[in-house]
């Protein structure tokens, strides 16, 4: 039996349309989602829409509409965005979903039967758009002297009857299950920014609100509904299928991906949360960076809030997810910009591996009618060759991605890359034809394998591409995994002993081209 791995994303506030920032995270953790599917994990994967709160209702009665007719048009958004990116989630939530009501009720309850929940009247600060409380003392001044949340968005004084949640008494445990697993907030800065605020002191946390009624309601206290905050958390549970069913073979989720604003709910609100409960933590949060326009910070009154779809059809969805993945180093802030995505594309993918892949199939398909070469007369810099490029597919870029350094995994990929493109430079089969065929049969088969595994071990990031050139070749699914990295050999003797015949390739990696001002 395959062994369990429970991957989620944000679910993200659909009071507006998805951006980059929300394709970038979908995009990662999907990488990770097929990585571990391709190690043989039996994957689970969650993403969807985070649709109560201040925020949505105040942002529908702007619009006239409801809060659930702004939520059902905005979040079918972030489904289209989900699936022209080629997420392979296997449930996209939405908050209004009534096992999700089920769910948070649930926790809610386990919470207040360990003696957490308690009533009070919460006076303080709150941002709407973080959808969160602040203490005084994290406060900073605006330009015009006026009161911002860390975040620099503005707070409003709030003053509501409401339910509080014990956050103070779980200080020193938060502080020890940090020190026992020092993987559970990642990357390590996140950690040390976690560890000192809580080392800081834990306030009582409000968990309902009474001046508004769009979200789950409290149990047994029908004036009250939960703080956005807990019941988005409980998502994670209600994706698995708590509190009924089989909902242990998913819990403890494996990883949660988060950007590096909500790291804090992640981190000390959630195991709080869970702890209260009796329930198992995640086993990790990882905080990415946010991903930055030309270096500047998205944002409507720039003008430069950039539409993922728009990207994707320009530059091809592959191409979009391949230049996020290796330019933004997982875990560090990003940037982006038309230019940077041609430029890295155009270098790695349409000149290297794709120009490798078609200089290789088209002169198989062209001068040896279609029939994949095997044997020849062999050279020690085939088998280093296949060395290298096993290394880097079968070792090295699994090693990163599992540890999920994911843009140094596809470094090392396309190292491999270029030491192919170093052969063919010097192995010079073309030549070889008409003065030694015996040889360029062994370079062409060598190039064979080598493209297969290298089309194998990037199909996580680029998987449309990937599977075109698999299928392209006649590598056969059953043979598209980690696992089966380390018997190119035979891989390649199955398709030459089955009569597969190659057709001219259309070329798999285009050249990018800059969009047209108009
Ligand atoms: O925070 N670059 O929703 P959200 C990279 N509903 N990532 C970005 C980004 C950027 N420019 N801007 C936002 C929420 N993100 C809550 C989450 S989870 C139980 C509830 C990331 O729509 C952000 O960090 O504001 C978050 O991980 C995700 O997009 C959704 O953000």
């Not at 939520?71 to 489904?79: L, N, Q, R, V």
């Not at 088998?383 to 991605?401: K, M, N, S, T, Y």
């Not at 990696?509 to 001002?517: D, G, K, S, V």
Request: hydrophobic letters at 45%.
């Amino acid at each position: 039996m395959a062994e369990p791995f429970y991957i989620t994303t944000a679910i993200s506030y659909p009071n507006g349309r998805p951006h980059i920032g929300h394709a970038y995270e979908a995009i990662a953790t999907d990488v990770v989602a097929r990585f571990q599917r391709m190690m043989g994990r039996d994957v689970r994967f969650l993403t969807g829409t985070d649709e109560h709160g201040l925020k949505m209702a105040q942002t529908a009665r702007g619009r006239g509409v409801t809060p659930k007719q702004l939520a059902d048009e905005m979040s079918g958004y972030f489904k289209a965005m989900d699936d022209r990116l080629n997420i392979s989630y296997d449930r996209f939530i939405r908050t209004t979903d009534a096992d999700h009501h089920a769910a948070s009720q649930a926790l809610w309850r386990a919470m207040a039967a360990n003696g957490d929940i308690y009533p009070g009247r919460y006076e303080g600060w709150y941002s709407v758009r973080d959808e969160a409380f602040y203490d005084e003392k994290e406060l900073i001044a605006g330009d015009g002297g006026e009161k911002l949340s860390p975040q620099g968005t503005p707070v409003e004084w709030t003053v509501e009857e409401s339910w509080f949640f014990r956050l103070s008494a779980y200080q020193q445990k938060l502080l020890d299950h940090y020190r026992a697993n020092p993987d559970f907030i990642r990357p390590e800065s996140r950690r040390n920014e976690m560890i000192a605020f809580v080392e800081g002191g834990l306030s009582d946390l409000s968990v309902s609100r009474t001046s508004f009624d769009w979200g789950v309601r409290v149990p047994d206290s029908d004036d009250h509904v939960m703080y956005v905050w807990v019941d988005a958390l409980t998502n994670y549970l209600t994706g698995a299928g708590y509190p009924d069913g089989d909902w242990a073979k998913w819990w403890p989720a494996d990883l949660h991906v988060i950007g590096k604003d909500i790291v804090r709910f992640h981190t000390v609100y959630w195991p709080a949360f869970l702890l209260s409960a009796g329930i198992a933590l995640p086993k990790q949060v990882f905080g990415h960076g946010f991903l930055l326009h030309r270096g500047e910070k998205m944002s409507k009154s720039l003008g430069n809030v950039v539409d993922p779809l728009e990207l994707a059809e320009h530059f091809g969805v592959d191409a979009l997810r391949y230049f996020l993945l290796r330019e933004v180093v997982f875990g560090q802030d990003g940037s982006y910009s038309a230019e940077a995505i041609v430029t890295r594309v155009n270098a790695d993918l349409a000149n290297s591996f794709g120009n490798l892949a078609q200089r290789t199939l088209a002169f198989i398909a062209k001068n040896l009618d279609g029939v994949v070469p095997v044997g020849g007369r062999a050279d020690p810099a085939d088998a280093a060759l296949l060395a290298q490029v096993e290394a880097a597919c079968a070792q090295e870029l699994p090693a990163a991605f599992a540890d999920l350094a994911l843009a140094q995994g596809i470094e090392a990929w396309m190292r491999a890359v270029f030491a192919c493109n170093q052969y063919i430079d010097a192995q010079a089969p073309w030549a070889l034809r008409k003065t030694d065929p015996e040889r360029m049969t062994a370079v062409l088969a060598t190039l064979y394998r080598a493209i297969g595994d290298l089309a194998i071990a990037i199909a996580p990031v680029v998987p449309a591409a990937s599977a075109t050139l698999l299928d392209m070749m006649g590598v056969a699914e059953g043979e598209r995994s980690y696992a089966a990295l380390g018997d190119s050999a035979g891989r390649h003797a199955r398709i030459a002993a089955s009569g597969f015949r190659l057709s001219p390739p259309a070329p798999v990696f285009p050249r990018l081209e800059l969009p047209t001002e108009t």
